[in-house]
């Protein structure tokens, strides 16, 4: 008991946040976003390697996933979208580190999703964002009626597929949540993202997932030339099997006419728009990936 009569035991609110503030800690550790590259040696070819290493193997090999899961934050943003997306648990962690820790290293932009069908990662990311007191705005674009025409043999989806969504049922608990900052926008992407980016200003950060050829292509040739310097350009379907025609957009769009290489390869293919400066030699990622500490 203290000399006040009070005993030393912190309240149980006092215990949450200092549980909450362990556990940021330590994603901060495993994603090492204290260590300094005052010189950008982790920049090679447009893009920060060390990030993107530390990023993935974290997810795929290490405990980053599990930590990130207790993390109270993440916890009240997954249960509001679980039943919501078809976006897999690393996916949603690799979203919730770019918006929490990556994106306020960024100049201001927007978030914007191509792709949102029943509009799971996109609630998450405007959750995150309000929560974080972010300036960003999440801007959902989708037909929300299902695919639009796809081309056979390139695309493996068909017209109509992903047809099972609401957006009135979208916009109804979007304003029972308070997400004032989430922008739902219908129609096809040839229809609304030239107006859309002509009012909403740059983009820190695209989140491409809309699984057939020609939406895909659409998408990146339209945002890249808005994206703040190092933006974050997010593809969720070319490595899945069922997207080769979103694949074949990187090689051909990215790759041979950008000349992008990529900053992350698991759970998402991700490119830095425009590329960051920085040297041509790789840094030495000793110590980071399967069975290390990292």
Same mark, same amino acid.
């Given at each position: ?79 509001? @979208? ?30 914007? =999703? ?17 929560? $974080?007191?972010?300036?960003?705005? @999440? ?5 929300? =009626? ?114 992008? $290489? ?33």
């Amino acid at each position: 008991m203290t000399a006040n009569g009070k005993t030393g035991r912190k309240a149980p609110n006092d215990l949450g946040k200092l549980q909450e503030r362990l556990l940021v800690k330590k994603q901060r550790a495993l994603l090492r976003l204290d260590e300094p590259d005052p010189d950008g040696a982790n920049i090679v070819k447009g893009r920060n390697m060390m990030e993107g290493y530390l990023r993935g193997s974290n997810i795929q090999y290490g405990d980053y996933v599990r930590t990130v899961a207790s993390d109270p934050l993440f916890a009240r943003a997954y249960a509001l @979208v679980k039943d919501l997306t078809l976006v897999s648990l690393p996916k949603l962690v690799n979203l919730y580190s770019l918006v929490r820790f990556y994106l306020p290293r960024l100049a201001p932009g927007q978030i914007v =999703e191509f792709g949102s069908y029943r509009g799971g990662s996109a609630i998450l990311m405007a959750f995150l964002a309000r929560q $974080l007191g972010l300036e960003a705005r @999440v801007y959902a674009l989708d037909t929300f =009626e299902g695919m639009p025409e796809t081309a056979a043999v390139v695309d493996w989806h068909k017209q109509g597929d992903f047809a099972e969504t609401s957006l009135a049922a979208l916009e109804t608990y979007r304003d029972e949540l308070g997400l004032d900052n989430l922008h739902f926008v219908k129609g096809r992407f040839e229809d609304t993202a030239e107006a859309l980016f002509g009012r909403i200003g740059p983009v820190a950060l695209a989140h491409v997932d809309c699984d057939i050829e020609s939406a895909v292509r659409y998408a990146y040739d339209t945002v890249r030339e808005r994206m703040v310097p190092g933006g974050y350009v997010v593809f969720d379907d070319p490595l899945e099997s069922c997207c080769l025609g979103a694949f074949q957009v990187v090689e051909e769009c990215l790759v041979a006419r950008d000349g992008l $290489l990529a900053e992350q390869v698991y759970p998402h293919l991700v490119y830095r728009y425009p590329p960051l400066a920085g040297r041509t030699t790789p840094p030495d990622v000793s110590g980071v990936g399967p069975g290390s500490d990292a």
